[in-house]
């Protein structure tokens, strides 16, 4: 079995905004990420602290907006500043929301030019119609170390387990645009592990530590492991149980070192892409 090494894929991503990021500044324009956080969660905390860094060594400048208790209203305006913002080029919203704020609620005050990570609803319907648009970071992660894997994705039988807006959903809508025939199961689907063990290309995002194991994969098949589940000491491990990838995936991403750097990569790109007013960052 291959490791499919994420950390290396984001090495040559960064390398490749660094330049952008400093041919922009060349030009007058220093591309900027403003990051809203409107929680005190530590885990958030940690992960706004990692961007930062990314974005400082690409080039790229962040902008944290701390937020304490706020409101829909409070971060919708935020967001809506932030959006009319000239110097301001990418925009992202942390989570988890405050009791009683819904995300979409929200992130639709994100203008879809500056929506770096996907959020704003309008943005899931331009990728669902096949429209220049910036994916959510994660799924657009997905197929970005597939396309690395030199994985064959047209026609390929592909299983997306988990639904989400921030990462199931996009992605399938993602492989669909690459012609994967694409199946996307849930909490509810029958027969579980006999669906996943008919996939070439296996994406698992449910949020469940070791959820798959190798009843659920085919011999040979391309296992991507979007899960980051934290561990007792203090680690993280991910959706797919590693034993059971090693002894059937012909290759699988690690967790972590998988697709958790490049999605912060992806997050830089598509920053350096919105700020020469491109429409997509893929």
């Not at 639709?108 to 096949?130: C, E, F, M, R």
């Not at 047209?154 to 807006?165: F, L, Q, W």
Request: contains cysteine; proline residues 6%; negative net charge.
């Amino acid at each position: 079995m291959k490791l499919i090494d994420g950390r290396a894929a984001a090495a040559e991503i960064m390398a490749e905004v660094s330049a952008a990021a400093a041919e922009l500044r060349s030009a007058g324009t220093d591309p900027t990420l403003a990051i809203v956080v409107p929680t005190r969660d530590e885990a958030t905390a940690w992960y706004v602290r990692s961007i930062e860094r990314a974005a400082a060594k690409a080039g790229v400048s962040s902008r944290v907006e701390q937020l304490d208790a706020p409101t829909a209203d409070d971060i919708s305006g935020l967001l809506r500043r932030l959006s009319a913002d000239p110097s301001v080029h990418g925009i992202i919203c942390q989570t988890p929301l405050p009791d009683g704020v819904r995300l979409d609620e929200v992130t639709g005050h994100i203008d879809p030019g500056k929506d770096v990570d996907g959020a704003n609803p309008t943005s899931l319907g331009q990728l669902a119609a096949g429209l220049p648009t910036f994916a959510p970071a994660t799924a657009a992660a997905v197929l970005e170390l597939l396309h690395r894997e030199k994985a064959e994705l047209s026609g390929a039988r592909t299983v997306v387990v988990g639904r989400s807006t921030v990462v199931g959903k996009p992605a399938a809508l993602l492989l669909l645009n690459e012609h994967a025939t694409v199946t996307v199961c849930h909490s509810r689907t029958a027969a579980l592990p006999e669906v996943c063990a008919d996939a070439d290309i296996l994406v698992v995002a449910v949020g469940r530590a070791h959820f798959v194991g190798a009843e659920h994969i085919k011999p040979g098949a391309v296992v991507i492991d979007v899960g980051t589940n934290p561990t007792a000491d203090g680690g993280l491990t991910g959706d797919v149980d590693p034993a059971a990838a090693e002894g059937r995936a012909g290759s699988y991403t690690p967790v972590p070192g998988g697709v958790g750097p490049v999605t912060t990569a992806l997050l830089l790109r598509h920053t350096v892409a919105a700020a020469r007013g491109e429409a997509s960052g893929s």
